[in-house]
């Protein structure tokens, strides 16, 4: 069964920088559009980075700039680099295909911004 685990979240200022790692298994990762979501507490799971098989990208408008995802097909990983992080910015981080399916979604990784 395919398997997202999330990882590289924690408690920066703001200002700061992380990196999210997301390992995937049981799927066959290369011929994947794969994303980052997050969900910040009482609101809506929002997909916020995209990138294609081909390793096309595409941003949400509130992270363009200073978010970054990539991919190492070798390593069944996708990663997020985000920059210049915001309090608004707190929200627990996923990884899914795109579109999502409801059985892959993992345990998240929290990313808390202080001001």
């Known amino acids: 069964q395919v398997v997202l685990v999330e990882s590289g979240g924690g408690l920066v200022q703001a200002g700061g920088s992380l990196r999210l790692t997301c390992a995937a298994s049981?799927?066959?990762?290369?011929?994947?559009?794969m994303g980052w979501y997050r969900q910040a507490p009482g609101k809506q799971r929002d997909l916020v980075a995209t990138?294609?098989?081909?390793?096309?990208?595409n941003y949400a408008d509130s992270v363009k700039g200073r978010f970054t995802i990539s991919r190492d097909n070798a390593k069944n990983t996708l990663y997020l680099q985000v920059n210049s992080l915001k309090p608004e910015d707190t929200a627990v981080y996923y990884c899914?295909?795109?579109?999502?399916?409801?059985?892959?979604w993992g345990q998240g990784t929290q990313v808390t911004v202080s001001s």
């Open positions: 049981g799927m066959i990762f290369s011929f994947n559009t």
């Open positions: 990138i294609t098989r081909g390793s096309s990208t």
């Open positions: 899914n295909v795109v579109p999502p399916v409801r059985k892959y």
